[in-house]
């Protein structure tokens, strides 16, 4: 069963930084590549930045409003995905998750639970 | 960086047919946009219903499907139930990013 668990939510004052991981089972997750997506409160849905497998080269893409400012990693030696957070700006708060789109027995498109970063002073 | 177009809201009744679709600003939405479509009901984690424009989850009920339709990405619900009321989500792949539509909320009433 494929599992992905994200932790590392929390308040955080503007300016400030913080590191979200997401625990990932089920699957070969070296082999997959992976996405965080975040959601602001009443709002849709937003790609935040992927991070391809290292086998596919291991570089990472960004949407513009988080370029520069966040980072996405992994150790494939834990099947943890990361995603450092820096500058953290009041528009960041959000629920963050994290999504793979590697095929495991027939079907893509995997998600976490999410968890709830909040930017405030 | 495109931007994706969902209609904001759609009203079907119990046993109805309704279609959501997904437009792209760059053009016509193809198969290498690799369309997927999300599931969320309030209080939820969003799920995948649709990958690579027609695919089925493990979990997808039937009556969802997914198709490219005059340029665009669409999700056909058929004979809608009322646990199928929810908000959902398009996705489309770009050279270098992935843009979500706005979302399409569904009410069955």
């Known amino acids: 069963e494929v599992q992905l668990v994200e932790s590392g939510g929390g308040l955080v004052k503007p300016g400030g930084s913080l590191r979200l991981s997401c625990a990932a089972s089920?699957?070969?997750?070296?082999?997959?590549?992976m996405t965080w997506v975040r959601q602001a409160p009443g709002k849709g849905l937003e790609w935040v930045g992927r991070i391809k497998s290292k086998i596919d080269g291991g570089t990472s893409d960004y949407a513009a409003p988080v370029k520069g400012r966040f980072t996405i990693s992994r150790d494939d030696s834990k099947n943890t995905l990361y995603l450092q957070m820096n500058s953290l700006k009041t528009e960041d708060t959000a629920v963050y998750y994290c999504?793979?789109?590697?095929?495991?027995?027939?079907?893509?498109?995997?998600w976490g639970q999410g968890t709830l970063v909040t930017v405030s002073s | 960086q495109a931007v994706v177009t969902q209609e904001p809201s759609l009203t079907v009744s119990p046993g109805g047919t309704v279609t959501l679709t997904c437009g792209s600003s760059t053009g016509a939405v193809t198969s290498d946009h690799y369309p997927y479509w999300f599931q969320q009901k309030p209080g939820q984690a969003p799920r995948t219903l649709i990958f690579d424009s027609t695919n089925k989850h493990s979990w997808t009920p039937a009556r969802f499907s997914g198709s490219l339709l005059g340029g665009k990405a669409a999700l056909t619900l058929s004979g809608a139930q009322p646990e199928d009321e929810a908000d959902y989500y398009c996705l489309l792949s770009y050279s270098d990013a992935r843009v979500f539509g706005g979302g399409t909320k569904v009410t069955v009433l």
């Open positions: 089920g699957f070969t997750f070296n082999n997959a590549w």
């Open positions: 999504t793979t789109t590697i095929m495991v027995q027939g079907v893509k498109g995997y």
